[in-house]
């Protein structure tokens, strides 16, 4: 049972309880100064952001096919089965060719260290399969952000929106974007004005890879017939005239 | 007088970008990236990337294109430039690989794609690919070194491999070269539609090619006038010959993919992609059509002229994908810091130095010793470069 995480955003306050608590469990430093800024970095991996009367959150979308694990080429970020996208610093060349793919803008970079890493949300890896719930989660004070079976989260989602049409804006973000994601957000207004990318391809990303690279195999099989045979043709002659012993 | 000042005026500019270049070394690797780019999370790849590696590799294309034309094809006359366009390319692919090292984080760890899989991602296969490919690149070099050292046997057996690879190092190449393009196949709606484009390892490959066809003329050109040698200006003006057909046919692809991709209406929107996009697709188009008239095809300068044009053509296109492409949607504009540049410069200063070293000390533009002499003298004979620029005078 992947788990997930809802974030209903007409919840939230904005007290940045959750963004303390991710801090802390981290070991990442937190002050007021850091509470002001509203985005994402390596020392922030959750950001809570102010749309006027509003609040949203950023966080690592747990994509269920990820672009950012797709594109690495050691295979340094993972799709867990328990739901989370994991980071594995030890194989991290640093290419940031995650960062450039990631549809969220989602994984930082410690760009100030000798030997950088990336940072991003990993969904308390440590705890999601022990089914307890993020730190986050755990610390908001409202309900705001929730953690469970991904499954549940949606009909809980789908309830409260049919419970109160008038509250909510028609749409779960995270069910389709990118093709389906772990964090699922709610909100009272279309999602682009709380922060949230709106033109996110519905499909999984890696399929425009995957569409150019299926082709390597073939590739090099008929790459290999057509040029020797292309060689055969050209060099025909020679042959013909060496074996008739012409210069 | 003017040729001593002139000598002094390049050794001293060498000196001073390698000077520069050190310092910004040390910036890099003490302070880190953060201190030696102006990257950011926003941005995370910037010319190190854009320009030093897929420039860097697409320029160095000659080595696969000109061994496919002689040893494929068949076609001898161009003899005579494969072994430049395959020293060219070795140290391409090697300075492609210091430019990686500045641009990773962890740059000791290069070797993990080697024992780390994920054959899902274009850059682990682009790894492999350049990784077997630069092998490849040095055994297509070695017949030369061994020349020159005269060491007859291990030469013959170099001989009895050739074939495969060289049928090894196009297939590399021909992946690489492409899936380079495919690196950006992830990002349909962050990169612009003038850029985005299902067709992008295609196009990439293509483009690579020509590119393989212009920096031969660009070298033949350079170390003609360098190394006093006459190089057959009928073989110059053939290759720009295919060289403006392989650009009218990339072109082509270009113009009926945006126009079925509806993105040409994206001229409309004002900024600067428009502007960019149309140098690039200027700076290609006008030297195709310098090329296909019989009269510029005669001059030696104007080929020169519309060769360089057109690599600048190239290196607008990649940078296009790569930067211009990318700032709409990632909100910020990214401008390299001095010190990217500067180690940009100090290694394409390293790879001018390299080549003309190489070319000094090892046969390279020489013919294969044995087999068929140059083209026969005589009436039949082209014109070398040096005897048409003095008519063209
Ligand atoms: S949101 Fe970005 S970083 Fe998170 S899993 Fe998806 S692609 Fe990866
Ligand atoms: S920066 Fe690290 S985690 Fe990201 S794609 Fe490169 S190797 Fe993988």
């Known amino acids: 049972m992947a788990r997930a995480l809802l974030f209903d955003s007409t919840l939230c306050i904005g007290c940045r309880e959750c963004e303390r608590a991710c801090s802390e469990g981290k070991h990442l430093p937190y002050d007021e100064k850091i509470a002001q800024e509203e985005k994402t970095s390596a020392h922030k991996l959750t950001a809570v952001r102010t749309y006027g009367e509003r609040f949203s959150r950023k966080l690592c979308m747990h994509c269920l096919d990820p672009a950012c694990a797709s594109v690495c080429p050691v295979a340094a970020l993972q799709k867990t089965a328990a739901g989370p996208v994991v980071y594995l610093p030890e194989r991290c060349m640093g290419c940031r060719y995650c960062m450039v793919s990631c549809v969220f803008g989602v994984p930082t970079y410690e760009w100030h260290s000798r030997l950088p890493y990336v940072r991003k949300c990993d969904l308390c890896a440590d705890r999601a399969p022990k089914k307890e719930p993020t730190r986050c989660a755990e610390a908001c004070p409202t309900g705001a952000t929730t953690f469970g079976d991904r499954e549940e989260l949606i009909a809980e989602a789908k309830k409260r929106i049919a419970e109160k049409p008038d509250g909510y804006y028609p749409g779960i973000y995270g069910i389709e974007e990118a093709g389906g994601t772990s964090v699922l957000i709610l909100s009272a207004v279309p999602f682009d004005q709380i922060g949230y990318p709106v033109n996110v391809e519905k499909v999984a990303l890696p399929q425009y890879t995957w569409a150019a690279l299926k082709h390597v195999p073939d590739v090099v099989v008929m790459g290999t017939v057509l040029l020797g045979g292309i060689h055969w043709l050209t060099h025909r002659k020679e042959e013909v005239a060496r074996k008739e012993g012409r210069p | ?393």
């Open chain 2, 1 to 393: 007088m003017m040729e001593l000042a002139r000598k002094y005026f390049w050794r001293a500019l060498f000196v001073v970008i390698m000077a520069v270049g050190a310092y910004a070394t040390f910036l890099r690797f003490w302070g880190g990236l953060g201190a030696s780019t102006n990257l950011s999370d926003q941005f995370p790849w910037g010319i190190w990337i854009g320009f030093d590696v897929l420039c860097g590799v697409g320029l160095a294309a000659g080595g696969f294109t000109l061994a496919a034309t002689v040893h494929i094809f068949n076609i001898r006359s161009y003899r005579p430039v494969v072994r430049p366009a395959i020293l060219t390319a070795f140290l391409g692919y090697l300075l492609v690989v210091v430019a990686l090292m500045y641009d990773l984080g962890h740059p000791y760890r290069i070797w993990h794609p080697i024992i780390m899989w994920n054959p899902r991602s274009v850059m682990f296969e682009v790894g492999w690919c350049v990784t077997l490919y630069t092998t490849v690149l040095f055994l297509e070099f070695l017949p030369v070194v061994l020349e020159k050292l005269k060491w007859r046997t291990a030469l013959k057996v170099m001989k009895a491999v050739t074939l495969p690879i060289i049928i090894a190092g196009v297939i590399l190449s021909t992946l690489h070269q492409s899936s380079l393009g495919s690196l950006f196949l992830i990002m349909p709606n962050r990169l612009h539609p003038l850029w985005w484009t299902p067709l992008l390892p295609v196009l990439f490959f293509l483009s690579a090619v020509a590119t393989g066809l212009a920096m031969t003329i660009f070298e033949s050109w350079h170390s003609s006038k360098a190394f006093g040698r006459q190089l057959e200006y009928g073989l110059v003006c053939r290759m720009t010959r295919v060289l403006a057909v392989l650009t009218a046919v990339y072109l082509t692809m270009r113009f009926l993919d945006l126009s079925h991709r509806g993105a040409l209406a994206s001229l409309n929107q004002p900024g600067i992609e428009r502007w960019m996009f149309g140098l690039e697709i200027v700076l290609m188009a006008v030297p195709m059509l310098m090329f296909f008239r019989e009269k510029t095809r005669q001059h030696p300068l104007a080929v020169y002229l519309g060769v360089v044009m057109w690599l600048l053509g190239f290196v607008t296109n990649r940078m296009n994908v790569s930067v211009t492409g990318l700032e709409r949607s990632a909100g910020v504009h990214y401008f390299p810091k001095w010190s990217e540049i500067a180690v940009t410069l100090a290694i394409i200063a390293a790879g001018f130095a390299i080549f003309r070293l190489a070319a000094h000390y090892l046969p390279v533009f020489e013919e294969e010793h044995e087999e068929e002499k140059a083209l026969p003298a005589g009436p039949g004979r082209v014109p070398t470069l040096e005897e048409v620029r003095v008519q063209g005078d």
